[in-house]
């Protein structure tokens, strides 16, 4: 009845401001909006994170907000160390996982799972897990807003018929 | 069962870029979108007049966008004469009604009954024909996106009973 | 020995924010910046007003700084009355000339005088009375800093030998 | 006869975007301008780089631009590794050297000589070598590109007599 598919878990090596890993597993039942980014990219620098944020305060606990810092160039300038500063200094409160890196270099695992096309990339998972969104680029405020609007607002499915 | 209340109706002298006039009461069953403006108030030619045409643009014919001049100071400088102009400058094609003026200067008809506390200011109707939001000043775009995709989504109501 | 040409001088029907007329002849030995605008076009309101009003602030009394009002379209929708709540509500406070109109509509008479090719529109004239910067357009800060510091570094010409 | 100090010798550890080292002495006749910025400074990314980009284009062979990382915290995490792959991102193609760490972490040497601040900060030094602007955050282009014109304008220098 549905073209959805479902969202693929995420493969993360490293997590910030979590107290513990996230799955898609277990945000079954919550809305989940997910920005994938990197530290050095222009583009998620000036769009995607502070979207991000702005999303994060907008909707609050109504969504669950997660960043994915997924490395596919510069490798070696983009590591934990380096990553763990940025969200101290760009004041990013939200959980931030690191990509499973896959070998030497190239594309990490949850990228590839999810057929990003490069950053920043805009995921939207629904409460049945169901991946709904996946953007590439500047995603409008108004568009997602009401994007994010219509996902909270439809009904929490029977977990345990999931 | 609500603490909504039914939007006023329009009280409009002159209207531009539509056939005949707009009522609120012919406007039932639709979302409607107001942006109370004035064309000389520096806040609403750089937020509100941007932001309602990006309403327009996004959304589509699943709202009604309406522009309403309430002009309540300066009235020899912006007469309709000079927001024709203004409307072809700015490029704005959806309706735009004139507030009816109210003796001798002072707030005109409509921005009385609606209550306005300035330019700009956003109103929200939802399809019974009742006021949802009626914000002064700056609204956020994701704010505005979410609030406008939950009036889409609600049922259109039964006009006979209405 | 030098190509430019002296400005030609300004035909101003009303002033605002000054108690008296000025001129181009009167000026000698200053430098002046012109801005020349329409009040209803949308580059001058979002990039030439502000831009004169960061010159006025930043340059202060180095500097003359005049706006000129060269309607040539929209003539009812511009008049000095919607002109001056424009200049109110922008808070606009250097001196502002409207160019004197040329019979029946079309362009006036010193955007004639200067060739001006449309708003907005910065000229630059040196303490001489020559005309030395006619830019249409955007103009970059960096670049119309550098110009301005220029002319007024220049000597003051010897008045009586001009 | 001048308030005006030598502008202290940079140390720099690493250089990028240039075949030789650059020295202060090595630049006596040229108007050089500092950029002194941490790649994950916010405000080094939102305003300062962007501006140092802008001043290179504008100015072109008039000045000598250069880049300074001067890394004052998070020294793990702003490796030579992680400024390259920065500078490929942002696509910053003058000159840019890496501020000499002083012992275990704290203000890198140059830093200190010249007692910057914070981040960003932008330094303008004459033709003669001496420093004439230490400008800690935000710097108007209308007011940076007037004193970058006049320290070009200046007489250079007799080096000989230096």
Do not use: K
Request: charge should be negative; glycine fraction near 10%.
């Amino acid at each position: 009845m549905t073209d959805f598919h479902d969202a693929p878990e995420l493969a993360v090596s490293d997590w910030f401001n979590t107290p513990e890993p996230l799955t898609i597993a277990g945000l079954r039942g919550q809305v989940v909006v997910i920005e994938a980014f990197q530290m050095l990219c222009p583009g998620c620098v000036s769009h995607g994170i502070p979207q991000a944020q702005r999303v994060a305060s907008t909707f609050g606990s109504d969504i669950t907000m997660i960043g994915l810092h997924t490395v596919f160039e510069h490798h070696d300038a983009m590591t934990p160390v380096s990553l763990e500063a940025f969200l101290h200094e760009y004041r990013i409160t939200f959980p931030v996982g690191v990509d499973e890196a896959a070998g030497a270099g190239g594309m990490p695992v949850t990228m590839r799972r999810y057929g990003l096309r490069g950053t920043p990339s805009l995921l939207l998972i629904d409460r049945a897990g169901q991946l709904r969104v996946n953007a590439f680029g500047q995603v409008d405020d108004l568009v997602l807003g009401a994007r994010i609007a219509r996902l909270i607002d439809e009904p929490v499915p029977d977990v345990d018929a999931g």
